[in-house]
């Protein structure tokens, strides 16, 4: 009997993101120039042949197709990863007042919803709905579920030879590893905001020590939602994710994980770097941007000194 609402939960997450990939990756075949094949990029199509008049000669080459290949052959993951890692994080040197302005708004805007703090985290935990095993579902597509359902999203790519899904899974693995793996782990240590569980009071800081602020579960599903709702421009799918987002960071609310503002600073976090994520790197597949010349570059340089080695790398941006 124990272990019935476990199963239950792994089967109610596989059929949801079973359900949604599938769905999303044929909306998105629906928007698909019928003259060219699915998965091949309008951009790799190789122009016809011009012949000569009169038929002699060897054949010109389209100066399309001369491009193309360059322009078709995007980089390798792991190069794009480090690419997407340089822009995110050089994009703060590159504001100019429209955007810091804004960013003061939201600022003073979460210190103003902080006061709240404690009287909705109190709400939720005492009076707030659970949705049973589907709630479980959701809170997990903050963790291990989004790489699953990013997952999801390469395999029915593989299977419809849909281009745009397998990219959706690895622009969400990057904004992923930016987001969640770099970002917010450094401002949640740094700020160091304890839990609500704790019971210390929605402003009880200890750098290093707390790791509430901001939240790494909605994070991770802002991350993965903002990836599928700026590949896809159907309404549907970009409710459906912001939706489910949204679900996971009320449901670490509602577990007394996290308070209101930590789910929005981690949702903010995530939607910009997964839109950013997604707008730079359909920028790279189809060519108008040069990976050499990004701005990005990893150093990696060997360390021996006194029988101790190691490895030093150094990302330029």
Known sequence: MRSARPTRGRWTRALLAGAFCAAASFAGAQEADPLVPPDTDAASTIAPE???????????????????PGASRPPSFPKMV?????????????????????????TAALATLSVADESISDAARERGPTFGSVGDAL???????????????????????????????????????IAT??????????????????????????????????????????????????SYD??????????????????????????????VAGAAIGTLVGRSVVHFNRKLRAGEIEPERSGTRLRVVPLVAGGTYGVSATLDF
């Open 234 to 263: 159907q309404f549907w799918v970009k409710a459906t994710a912001y939706g489910v987002a949204a679900m996971t960071a009320y449901a670490r609310v509602r577990r007394g994980k996290h308070f209101p503002t930590d789910v």
């Open 139 to 177: 809170e997990d597509l903050g963790g291990a579920g989004s790489l699953v359902l990013l997952g999801g999203f390469y395999l029915a790519g593989a299977i419809g030879k849909d281009s745009k899904a397998k990219n959706v899974c690895l622009d969400g693995l990057s904004a992923s590893l």
């Open 82 to 106: 480090l690419l997407d890692t340089g822009h995110v994080l050089a994009a703060p040197y590159h504001w100019q007042g429209r955007e810091w302005s804004l960013f003061a708004v939201s």
């Open 181 to 230: 793996g770099m970002i917010t782990p450094v401002l949640s240590t740094v700020i160091g905001r304890e839990r609500p569980t704790a019971g210390q009071g929605a402003y009880s800081f200890h750098p290093f020590e707390g790791r509430s602020f901001p939240s790494s579960h909605a994070t991770q599903a802002f991350a993965a939602a903002s990836v599928v709702a700026t």
């Open 50 to 68: 011009v012949v000569p008049p009169g038929g002699r000669g060897r054949p010109e080459e389209s100066p399309a197709a001369a491009e193309a």
